[in-house]
T-cell receptor, first 114, second 110 residues
Framework: DTGVSQDPRHKITKRGQNVTFRCDPI?????LYWYRQTLGQGPEFLTY????????KSRLLSDRFSAERPKGSFSTLEIQRTEQGDSAMYLC????????????FGPGTRLTVT | KQEVTQIPAALSVPEGENLVLNCSFT??????LQWFRQDPGKGLTSLLL?????REQTSGRLNASLDKSSGRSTLYIAASQPGDSATYFC?????????FGKGNQVVVIP
């Protein structure tokens, strides 16, 4: 069990560019979540997958954001036409099937839009 | 929409003192509750999970309780150490998502 991993750990991009982040959950965890955290705030929910199905999306996930989880394993989060307001830490978490829903977080990807 | 309030927002204590962190929820229909810590620039580390049928959970120097009727949870850290310095979160589980407050920022002074 190597924990949840995220890549890259840091990303600096210019406004208007597209970026893609990857999350690898703990193996055999069928639930995967994306959150966004800005400085001084708690994480905010973005979206949730159960296996390959995206079951819930927050209103924070504008049309410029898209998330996928092909084959129910790793997940990607893409942001198109980045804006300075997208600068944040993007966190991924996974949880196993079963009633506990205990979530395990990755180290996050820090995005800076210049 | 679940809203979480954490009190105090920030505190500094000398090493060895006990810490009490409080969390309250606007919607007391909480399924499970997890306490996390976050070090600056890092991800979240799970400390304790209180499942729906439980009222408290203990791990080493940490004890967390949950009162669903009042929508409150408390994290107690005994004999604080400088390594306990972090921001602590107590999101409520509900509807496939965690709802976070702003956290309790703790500094333990050696």
């Amino acid at each position: 069990d190597t924990g949840v991993s995220q890549d890259p750990r840091h990303k600096i991009t210019k406004r208007g560019q597209n970026v893609t982040f990857r999350c690898d959950p703990i193996s055999e965890h069928n639930r995967l979540y994306w959150y966004r955290q800005t400085l001084g705030q708690g994480p905010e929910f973005l979206t949730y997958f159960q296996n390959e199905a995206q079951l819930e999306k927050s209103r924070l996930l504008s049309d410029r954001f898209s998330a996928e989880r092909p084959k129910g394993s790793f997940s990607t989060l893409e942001i198109q036409r980045t804006e300075q307001g997208d600068s944040a830490m993007y966190l991924c978490a996974s949880s196993p099937s079963g009633p506990s829903y205990e979530q395990y977080f990755g180290p996050g990807t820090r995005l800076t839009v210049t | 929409k679940q809203e979480v309030t954490q009190i105090p927002a920030a505190l500094s204590v000398p090493e060895g003192e006990n810490l009490v962190l409080n969390c309250s929820f606007t919607d007391s229909a909480i399924y499970n509750l997890q306490w996390f810590r976050q070090d600056p620039g890092k991800g979240l580390t799970s400390l304790l999970l209180i499942q729906s049928s439980q009222r408290e959970q203990t791990s080493g120097r940490l004890n967390a309780s949950l009162d669903k009727s009042s929508g409150r949870s408390t994290l107690y850290i005994a004999a604080s150490q400088p390594g306990d310095s972090a921001t602590y979160f107590c999101p409520g589980h509900g509807n496939n998502r965690l709802a976070f407050g702003k956290g309790n920022q703790v500094v333990v002074i050696p």
